[in-house]
């Protein structure tokens, strides 16, 4: 392997994936403004979008998989996080995304249809040079935007000492009342 296929491998799995948490993280940030939040949101998932099509240009010709499988995978696994739904929350998080993963594949094989090999590899030069400037652009606001510190706590009240406590309850005219209520009887 060469230097120039280290950096592309460099680039490919490991830059662009931690660039996409960083903006997924970004598109959390309430301090931001909204047209920021929702650049680094696209961005985030059109990074995401170019590194499932650069698996499945490197994995189209490792894992051939029937016509069927590929058509009824997002359907039959949309329909098992709906039945995931009644017994767990985590499961159906996981059937839904591996429904979304399964729905591109119906991607790819839109792409193949509508220009073979070359087609798909179009989609995803296209879809990288349209995500990678809008990802700088919000990692770059993203990073010089300073993280806004939490407000400091409210001040306690003062305290009072617990002998001072005391002699206020024996002071209150409750207290008194009381005092001379025992006295009687």
């Not at 995401?48 to 069927?68: D, K, N, S, Y």
């Not at 696994?77 to 993963?101: D, E, H, I, W």
């Not at 700088?136 to 706590?153: D, I, M, S, Y």
Request: hydrophobic fraction near 55%; charge should be positive; glycine fraction near 6%.
């Amino acid at each position: 392997m060469d230097i120039a296929q280290h950096l592309h491998w460099t680039l490919a799995w490991v830059l662009l994936p931690l660039a996409a948490l960083v903006a997924a993280g970004g598109a959390l940030r309430t301090d931001l403004s909204r047209p920021w939040r929702q650049l680094l949101t696209c961005a985030a998932g059109g990074v995401t979008m170019v590194l499932m099509l650069r698996g499945a240009r490197h994995g189209l010709a490792q894992w051939p998989l029937p016509l069927f499988v590929w058509l009824g995978a997002p359907v039959v696994l949309a329909l098992l996080a709906v039945v995931a739904l009644a017994a767990s929350r985590a499961l159906f998080m996981v059937f839904a995304l591996s429904a979304l993963v399964a729905l591109h594949g119906w991607i790819v094989l839109i792409a193949l249809w509508l220009g073979g090999l070359a087609g798909l590899h179009r989609l995803h030069d296209a879809l990288l040079f349209i995500t990678l400037p809008m990802l700088a652009a919000g990692l770059w606001k993203q990073l010089r935007t300073p993280v806004p510190e939490p407000p400091p706590p409210p001040p306690a009240p003062p305290s009072v000492p617990r002998e001072d406590l005391l002699q206020q309850r024996l002071d209150s005219a409750a207290a008194q009342e009381a005092a001379d209520k025992y006295t009687r009887d």
